[in-house]
């Protein structure tokens, strides 16, 4: 369970500080899909990179199954189980596909396995195994291998960033599936989301919805997803200003 104790982040923004985090307090159960949604600029990505370790928080604490991991480095909070999936992948120049995998995996994955993976997320795997990660693969062809690399890592926690973005409609459903069994196959691990897909909405165990900053709601996805979609919704997270 990671449990986040009012999380704050300031940002200095052209010498004005912005509040983008305010005081976020929640927790994330084990053996859970959560799906973090709410308008754009809300500091869902944000949230995610101060989960990851990639941001620290400029207040608060992050407790992940009871061990304080607030000032952990990222590859210390690797090491613990929590595994991020970037919105825009980094493209490793001089690194092929199979040793970003074996990196990932913490071993030397066997090139079957790593196929394994990379047929999972949908892509030819003889193609692409000893491909160099670099600007010649697709926005797509990234991403898809980025979720390969979650997955080969075996984590507690999967965090992914708008998967969705730059992947067809085919892999879509077939990223639903991915998602899904990566949660079934290892007891007690959770997968988080930050999506603005009503597909993943839908199979969500939990909706966590941020706005400005501010945890919304949290609770489960039959209690949130209606009022979500409801036309009342936009003007409930950001009232209109009266004249
Ligand atoms: N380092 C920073 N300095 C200044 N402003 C920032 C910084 N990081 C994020 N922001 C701002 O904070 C707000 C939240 O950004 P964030 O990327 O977390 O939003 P988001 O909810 O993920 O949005 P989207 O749905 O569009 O991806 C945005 O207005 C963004 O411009």
New binding site residues.
Partial sequence: MLELKNITFS???SGKT?D?IRGISLMIPDDKFIVIT??????????AKIIAGIIKPTDGRLIFNGTDITDMSITERARSGIGFAF?QPVRFKGLTVLDLLRIAAGKNLSVSDACTYLSEVGLCAKDYIRREVNASLSGGELKRIEIATVMARNVKLAVFD?PEAGIDLWSFNNLIRIFENMRKAEQSRTVVV?S?QERLLKIADEIIV?SD?QLIKQGPAEDILPEIMSSNYAQTICPKIED
């Fill in positions: 940002a200095d923004d912005s983008i709410g308008p754009n600029g809300g500091g869902k990505s944000t949230l919105q708008e930050i603005h941020l900053g």
